[in-house]
């Protein structure tokens, strides 16, 4: 993970407290594959004059859809039930951020969205890797392992975007720029059964 430059490593014992409720982790993550797959919608909607852009977010958005019915198979197999949509605070915070930090232009805007993109999906991939690597349920630490993988490519994908369009931006500081901010927002978190709570 260290790829990902993550400033702020999850405590492990954050794992404790998704056991805790694992009806309430599931529900979650169901939630945030849907909002990555519309995530990806988004950047088709807006950004329809890159072809190679258009591809790939299509395959990314076709694959989380797939993470939300996998998600969701395991809730029925389990007897448990897909909760209503969870407010993602972390998420917000960063959407905030990305707004706040867009000046106007389409490149602005499109390598804003990117880097955004890229940090939930790296976060989200840190974190399953703690799920993977920590909890108790083997058949959630194989799933979680193999949801890691696909998340650290998304990442890949989004990273790699930013800078082939981000040609009037210096596209690595603003990077290091949301890996600093994205360690004073996750510094809060930590404390409840979400992905990213």
Not at 41 to 51: H, S
Request: charged share 30%.
């Amino acid at each position: 993970m260290s790829t990902f430059r993550l400033q702020l490593p999850t405590d492990p014992r954050w794992v404790n407290i998704v056991e805790s409720n694992i009806e309430e982790i599931l529900t979650d993550h169901a939630w945030c594959e849907q909002k990555a797959a519309t995530n990806a919608i988004t950047l088709v909607t807006v950004n329809n004059e890159y072809p190679d852009l258009v591809a790939d977010m299509l395959a990314l958005a076709k694959e989380e859809l797939e993470h939300f019915e996998m998600v969701h198979q395991i809730i029925q197999q389990r007897g448990l039930k897909l909760g209503r949509e969870r407010k993602d605070e972390y998420v917000g915070e960063l959407a905030q951020y990305m707004k706040q930090n867009s000046n106007g232009t389409r490149e602005s805007g499109l390598v804003e969205r990117l880097l955004f993109s890229a940090m939930i999906e790296a976060r989200s991939c840190e974190r399953f890797k703690v799920l993977s690597e920590n909890i108790k349920d083997p058949e959630l630490a194989k799933f979680y392992r193999e949801l890691m993988e696909s998340e650290a490519n998304h990442y890949t994908t989004f990273i790699g975007y930013a800078r082939k369009y981000g040609k009037n931006i210096d596209v690595e500081k603003r990077w290091r720029e949301w890996l600093d901010f994205e360690a004073s927002v996750i510094a809060k978190y930590g404390t409840r059964e979400t992905i990213h709570g």
